[in-house]
């Protein structure tokens, strides 16, 4: 036999152990459908959100670690394509994380290679919603730029679009940056209408939303992350699919934005070549940029202040089989989501319900309840009940941003770092009285019953 002969016999016997001990050894987070760990009511928890794979995921880790690339390679440049294709959109970047992926979308918005009028510049405003990750705000800050917080509805969770007109100062506002809330997207007719009439840009963090869909009228529905000029995604375990850290910017129809993000997200160079190609441009040593000497290697002139925020090829190969489950995994969520909204109808006396924005088909991340003033429980004894019998939940992130203790500093170094318009109660209603359950894929109908009746106990 030949050393490749070898080389393919010996990589096949580790595919084949490498699936077996997955088989075995990861049971409890196989997708849906397949046969259970058993669950024991008050013992096994019932996470919030959590990991679904199966021995396909592990065995394209262990592949690709074979060939021991490592840094973005081959599966990551497959799964770009692959995700862009999935979303319907021009380019997609794939970066470290979520939070990554913000700061990158829009950083690349300051960039000199766009045009003066368009290029957010510091002291240039960003409306946002006050409800929320506090990633969604924080490239904002981080890049000079003041944050113009409106408030959110609660029945929504999103931000309020009837306040997007008095948010808006002309010349000062540059863009609209703002998250699909929980899976559940946007007003994006309403959004998309004001920034086209006032030609902002359109940031959609898509993080918690992968597989939402919104339908414009006369348009057929198309899955968010397809709506701005950016948009980003995560795939930290707890979301729509998972590469573990991991995440991607998708430029959505204006190709030049794909160079300026790999700019930034590789250590701002200006040079476009793949990782381990070399003259892509075919004059390497020709070009004359900055005060630097005519032909100084493109690989080493940097045209922006960028990071190094890449993700490794064994996560785009992890991610490559996610992205097919992405179908099903949504399918799971919804049912899931509808599933307790009718096992817990009976208690709308004592909580809100949160509310599909119309015109959507969202892709729950979680399922959000709203104590009602006046309910014989508060929403933190909700949250420490729920702990108790051991139901993950969660409150609404970072709550109202601004009452967050990072915000409240900085307001008091800087009292023009922020504006807000309104009162925020919309965003304080949802600190206040919002906590949420799972409905990822990995969830069993017994679990999803135990959930049912705990919370019937709690409000008895």
């Given amino acids: 036999m030949s050393a490749p002969d070898d080389q393919e016999a010996l990589a096949a016997e580790i595919d084949r152990l490498v699936r077996a001990y997955s088989q075995k050894s990861h049971r409890a987070n196989r997708p849906p459908g397949d046969e259970p760990e058993p669950f024991i009511a008050g013992k096994t928890v019932v996470p919030y959100a959590g990991r679904v794979f199966d021995e396909n995921e592990v065995a394209a880790a262990v592949r690709t670690t074979l060939d021991f690339w490592l840094t973005l390679g081959p599966e990551g440049a497959a799964f770009e394509t692959e995700l862009a294709l999935a979303l319907g959109v021009k380019h997609s970047v794939a970066v470290n994380s979520g939070s990554s992926a913000n700061l990158l979308a829009f950083s690349a918005l300051t960039s000199h290679k766009l045009p003066k009028g368009r290029r957010i510049a510091r002291g240039d405003e960003v409306i946002t919603c006050a409800a ?116 991607a910017v998708n430029v959505v129809s204006q190709p030049p934005l794909k160079t300026i993000v790999e700019s930034f997200r590789d250590w701002g160079r200006d040079c476009w070549c793949e990782s381990g190609k070399d003259n892509t441009c075919g004059k390497r040593f020709e070009w004359k940029q900055g005060e630097l000497p005519k032909g100084y290697d493109h690989k080493y002139i940097y045209s922006h202040l960028g990071y190094n925020l890449k993700p490794l090829d064994i996560q785009a190969a992890i991610g490559r089989v996610q992205l097919r489950r992405l179908g099903e995994f949504t399918a799971a969520r919804r049912a899931h989501w509808d599933y307790l909204r009718a096992g817990l109808a009976d208690l709308s006396d004592t909580l809100e319900f949160m509310v599909p924005t119309a015109g959507s088909e969202p892709s729950w991340f979680g399922f959000m309840m709203r104590v009602k003033i006046g309910a014989n429980i508060s929403a933190v004894q909700l949250s420490q009940c729920l702990d108790e019998k051991k139901v993950g939940n969660r409150r609404l992130f970072g709550g109202n941003l601004v009452r967050q203790p990072a915000f409240i500093e900085l307001k008091r170094d800087n009292p023009q770092a922020f504006r807000v318009v309104g009162d925020l109660a919309g965003a304080d209603e949802l600190m206040n009285n919002a906590v949420f359950i799972g409905v990822y894929p990995g969830l069993k109908r017994p679990m999803l019953d135990y959930v049912v009746e705990v919370m019937h106990a709690i409000f008895r």
């Fill in 132 to 247: 929320g990750f506090p990633t969604t705000v924080a490239p904002i800050v981080q890049n000079g730029a003041v944050p113009v917080f409106i408030d959110s509805d609660p029945s929504t969770g999103n931000a309020r679009v009837d306040l997007l007109e008095e948010a808006f100062v002309p010349g000062k506002t540059k863009a609209v940056f703002m998250a699909h809330t929980l899976g559940n997207p946007f007003d994006l007719l309403a959004v998309t209408s004001f920034c086209t009439r006032h030609d902002l840009w359109l940031i959609e963090d898509n993080c918690d939303a992968l597989g939402s869909r919104y339908t414009l009228p006369g348009q057929k529905a198309r899955l968010t992350g397809s709506f701005g000029d950016l948009s980003t995604q995560s795939f930290y375990p707890p979301h729509h699919i998972t590469m573990g850290e991991g995440g």
